[in-house]
């Protein structure tokens, strides 16, 4: 089992999904859990790991807000001393067709999915260089290697992260710091259930697996990637797509 013991993370878009199956699993393993969301979104979050004996505090945080951002870390660390694990996970989508696409709906998906975790980045590394150590993973998608109709801005962002995270890993190395990327398939969440039945038949008949993927095992890849056992892999795309994309 991982040991994550007394580690203090802070994960982003922690409210549904993904981010709080992340949060939960981190806990799980013994690390302390800043989850972060808009507003109290990820109040149930908090609540559900509390409840299972786990710690975790409650951060509001718009991540667009570099500001916020900056001043959340540096809470994060006044409190604690330290912070061993950033899992950059918020992120958003505006999709139509690249010709009827607004330009907003770009900048939106971009600010949200990419710059903010310039952001986050930038503002953890700091303690991180000091303390020697830290683990940053970000979550991108299938669909930033492959691709997607009707999703350019954010296959564009998600991809993005990959080139990002890869040269940050380069920077930050010698100073214990890894830096990977996790980059799940269709995944079973709020944001997969708009997909019709008849689509999601059509999805899943491409994945060898032969289903959609669930929060749990993308959780488990991230709380892999932020563990001692993995303190020989940096700059590296870790694919949980069922095998959909290799």
Same mark, same amino acid.
């Given at each position: 089992?991982?040991?994550?013991?007394?580690?203090?993370?802070?994960?982003?878009?922690?409210?549904?999904?993904?981010?709080?199956?992340?949060?939960?699993?981190?806990?799980?393993?013994?690390?302390?859990?800043?989850?972060?969301?808009?507003?109290?979104?990820?109040? &149930?979050?908090?609540? #559900?790991?509390?409840?299972?004996?786990?710690?975790?505090?409650?951060? /509001?945080?718009?991540?667009?807000?570099?500001?916020?951002?900056?001043?959340?870390?540096?809470?994060?660390? *006044?409190?604690?001393?330290?912070?061993?694990?950033?899992?950059?996970? #918020?992120?958003?989508?505006?999709?139509?067709?690249?010709?009827? @696409?607004?330009? &907003?709906?770009?900048?939106?998906?971009?600010?949200?999915?990419?710059?903010?975790? +310039?952001?986050?980045?930038?503002?953890?590394?700091? /303690? @991180?260089?000091?303390?020697?150590?830290?683990?940053?993973?970000?979550?991108?998608?299938?669909?930033?290697?492959?691709?997607?109709?009707?999703?350019?801005?954010?296959?564009?962002?998600?991809?993005?992260?990959?080139?990002?995270?890869?040269? @940050?890993?380069? &920077?930050? #190395?010698?100073?214990?710091?890894?830096?990977?990327?996790?980059? /799940?398939?269709?995944?079973?969440?709020? @944001?997969?259930?708009?997909?019709?039945?008849?689509?999601?038949?059509?999805?899943?008949?491409?994945? /060898?697996?032969?289903?959609?993927?669930?929060? #749990?095992?993308? *959780?488990?890849?991230?709380? +892999?990637?932020?563990?001692? &056992?993995?303190?020989?892999?940096?700059?590296?795309?870790?694919?949980?797509?069922?095998?959909?994309?290799?």
């Amino acid at each position: 089992m991982l040991q994550l013991t007394n580690r203090i993370a802070l994960v982003t878009g922690a409210s549904r999904g993904i981010g709080r199956a992340i949060a939960e699993t981190l806990a799980r393993q013994g690390a302390v859990v800043i989850a972060a969301s808009r507003g109290e979104n990820a109040k &149930e979050t908090v609540d #559900a790991i509390v409840a299972a004996g786990g710690r975790a505090e409650l951060l /509001p945080l718009d991540v667009t807000d570099a500001a916020a951002v900056e001043a959340a870390v540096a809470g994060i660390v *006044a409190r604690h001393g330290r912070i061993d694990i950033v899992v950059s996970n #918020a992120g958003i989508t505006r999709d139509t067709l690249l010709l009827r @696409m607004k330009r &907003e709906d770009w900048d939106a998906v971009l600010a949200t999915n990419l710059t903010a975790t +310039f952001t986050l980045c930038q503002a953890s590394l700091k /303690p @991180m260089l000091k303390q020697r150590g830290g683990r940053i993973v970000a979550i991108s998608s299938v669909v930033g290697q492959m691709g997607n109709a009707g999703q350019a801005n954010y296959a564009a962002s998600k991809a993005g992260l990959i080139g990002f995270c890869k040269s @940050m890993a380069r &920077e930050v #190395a010698s100073r214990g710091i890894t830096v990977n990327v996790v980059a /799940p398939g269709l995944i079973e969440t709020d @944001m997969t259930k708009v997909i019709r039945e008849d689509s999601r038949g059509d999805w899943a008949a491409k994945i /060898p697996l032969g289903r959609l993927g669930s929060p #749990a095992d993308v *959780a488990h890849a991230v709380c +892999f990637l932020a563990s001692d &056992e993995a303190a020989y892999i940096t700059g590296h795309v870790l694919a949980v797509n069922g095998g959909m994309y290799t």
